[in-house]
Each structure stands twice: as C-alpha cells, then as structure tokens.
C-alpha cells in the first residue's frame, strides 16, 4: 500500500533534506509539532522506506580523498531478464547508481572508487558477468555540478 504523506511528513523530509542532522527539538519547532511526534513521524517514514538513509556531502574546500568517477555502460543479453546483472552491480560498494537507459545501452553505472585500478577491477567483474554483453566505460575529468 502506497503511504500518502500529509504536509507535517512533507515539511519534516523537507527540513531533513536541507539539514539530516537538525536535533528533533529544533525539527519540531520548525514545522510545528512536539518533538515526541517529529521522532514517531521519523520512524515511520524509515519504517515506509521514505527515508532510506542519512549521508555526507562533502562541500568545496572540504578535505576528502582523491577519488576517480566513472560511467560503466552495460549491454545485457537480455534486457527483460538481466536482473541478475543489477543485483551483481548492488553488491559492489562503489556503484553509487545504476539506471535503466534507452538506446544502445541497457544500463548506466555510475561507480566512484579510490583509484583507477579499482575502477578497472569493477569493470572487469561486471563485463564477465552472466548476461553483460557489452559494456563501455568513461572517465569523468571533473565535476562540475554535484548535488
């Protein structure tokens, strides 16, 4: 059954998009409720799968590690049956998405990984991978819009 959100649900994600870390007190006074309802709401949209997860963006001039990026593109065999394919590619850390495309490819995978070593190792893991046919892989040279 599909969880219809009121606006208190809305404007909680909303707050928690901009800001994942904000106390429950200073959550509840921003969108208007006690703080023992923001922490229940919060609960049941981790338990409807509205929030999946609480991450870091780093920001500019922020320290993080050197990283490489790269976009893997996967021509399965079969495109109705390459499910397999997809849960291969959930098991591998690096890959941060994978979406189904049109066209030529099946796939788009994005993969960040510490080095270009590793992205070769991924690419050589999935281009073996029962019903991978092709696949193509690109370098991104820099970033210039990450949200």
């Given at each position: 059954m599909k969880r219809i959100l009121d606006r208190a649900d809305e404007r909680?994600?909303?707050e928690l998009t901009r800001n994942a870390r904000i106390p429950h007190a200073e959550l509840a006074e921003k969108v208007n409720l006690s703080r023992n309802?923001?922490?229940?709401r919060i609960e049941?949209?981790?338990?409807?799968?509205?929030?999946?997860?609480y991450t870091i963006v780093a920001g500019e001039g922020k320290p993080r590690t050197a990283g490489?990026?790269?976009l893997m593109?996967?021509?399965r065999h079969d495109?109705?049956?390459?499910?397999?394919?997809?849960?291969?590619?959930?098991?591998?850390?690096?890959?941060?998405?994978?979406?189904?495309i049109s066209g030529e490819f099946?796939?788009?995978?994005?993969?960040?990984?510490s080095a270009t070593d590793r992205i070769r190792e991924i690419w050589q893991e999935v281009s073996v991978l029962p019903g991978v046919r092709d696949t193509l892989?690109?370098?991104?040279?820099?970033?210039?819009?990450?949200r």
């Open positions: 909680i994600l909303a309802a923001v922490r229940q049941r949209l981790e338990r409807d799968s509205l929030i999946l997860g490489v990026t790269a593109f996967v021509y495109r109705m049956r390459g499910g397999e394919v997809i849960q291969a590619l959930k098991r591998l850390p690096e890959v941060v998405s994978c979406d189904v099946d796939l788009v995978v994005r993969v960040d990984a892989t690109a370098f991104a040279l820099s970033s210039m819009i990450k």
